[in-house]
C-alpha cells in the first residue's frame, strides 16, 4: 500500500517569512495529492491539490509542487501570518487517501 | 455547504464496552471514511464505504466493525473497546468516486477508553 513520509513534524517560522513542508510517497500509480489544514480543536480542510500531470499550482500565498519521477511533493506558504499557524497534512491517493504524520507549523509574531 | 456530524464530541467507555460512533451528511455524498487521529500518526484510514450497505477495509480495521444502512449515515463500531483505541475518531464524506472530490470532515469525536 501507500506510504508517505512528512517533514519536518514542526516548523517554526517568524511572520512575513516562507515555510516549507515536504513529502514523499511510495505508490507510482498515487495521481492526486491533496493538503489539508487542521487549526486547533478544528476539522482537517482541503487549503490546496495537485494532479499528476500537473508540476506546480498556486494560489495566493499557498504553492505546490510536484516531482513524479524522484516521488516526492512539497507546499510552500510565503509571507505566513498567524492564521497560518496549525497541523499541515499532505496526502496521497492511489485507490484511498493515505495521510502524513502532519507537520505542527508555529507563525511567531 | 456540506455539513458532517458525529453523535458525540467527547465519549467516555470502560474496556470490553461495546461503542457505537455515529456519522451523518447532508449533501447526498456516495463516499463515507472513519479514520482515527493520533499525534505522531497522522489520520489513518479505518473502513470507507462507497454505496449502502458497502464497506472495504482501510488500513487499520482490526478490532473495528462499520454499518452504512442508509445513504446519509455510516456508523463506526467497537465491538469491544480496548485502552489502545483511545483516540481521536473522523468521520469524512466526499461526492463521487474521482480521486479530486474533496473530503469534508466531521468535527470529531475523542474516545477515551479506561
Known amino acids: 500500500g501507500e506510504n508517505v513520509e512528512q517533514h519536518p513534524s514542526t516548523l517554526s517560522v517568524q511572520e512575513g517569512d516562507s515555510a516549507v513542508i515536504k513529502c514523499t510517497y511510495s505508490?507510482?500509480?498515487?495521481?492526486?495529492f491533496p493538503w489539508y489544514k487542521q487549526e486547533l480543536g478544528k476539522r482537517p480542510q482541503l487549503i490546496i491539490d495537485?494532479?499528476?500531470?500537473?508540476g506546480e499550482k498556486k494560489d495566493q500565498r499557498i504553492a505546490v509542487t510536484l516531482n513524479k519521477t524522484a516521488k516526492h511533493f512539497s507546499l510552500h506558504i510565503t509571507e505566513t501570518q498567524p492564521e497560518d499557524s496549525a497541523v499541515y497534512f499532505c496526502?496521497?491517493?492511489?485507490?484511498?487517501?493515505?495521510f502524513g504524520a502532519g507537520t505542527t507549523v508555529t507563525v511567531r509574531a | 455547504d456540506v455539513k458532517v456530524t458525529q453523535s458525540s464530541r467527547y465519549l467516555v467507555k470502560r474496556t470490553g464496552e461495546k461503542v457505537f460512533l455515529e456519522c451523518v451528511q447532508d449533501m447526498d455524498h456516495e463516499n463515507m471514511f472513519w479514520y482515527r487521529q493520533d499525534p505522531g500518526l497522522g489520520l489513518r484510514l479505518i473502513y470507507f464505504?462507497?454505496?449502502?450497505?458497502?464497506?472495504e477495509k482501510g488500513d487499520i480495521p482490526e478490532g473495528y466493525s462499520v454499518s452504512r444502512e442508509k445513504k446519509e449515515r455510516f456508523s463506526l463500531i467497537l465491538e469491544s473497546a480496548s485502552t489502545n483505541q483511545t483516540s481521536m475518531y473522523l468521520c469524512?464524506?466526499?461526492?463521487?468516486?474521482?480521486?479530486?472530490?474533496?473530503?469534508?470532515f466531521g468535527p470529531g469525536t475523542r474516545l477515551t477508553v479506561t
Open positions: 505508490d507510482s500509480a498515487s495521481n492526486y
Open positions: 469524512a464524506s466526499s461526492q463521487g468516486l474521482a480521486e479530486t472530490y474533496e473530503q469534508c
Open positions: 495537485i494532479r499528476s500531470n500537473v
Open positions: 496526502a496521497a491517493y492511489d485507490y484511498k487517501l493515505s
Open positions: 464505504s462507497y454505496d449502502v450497505k458497502m464497506k
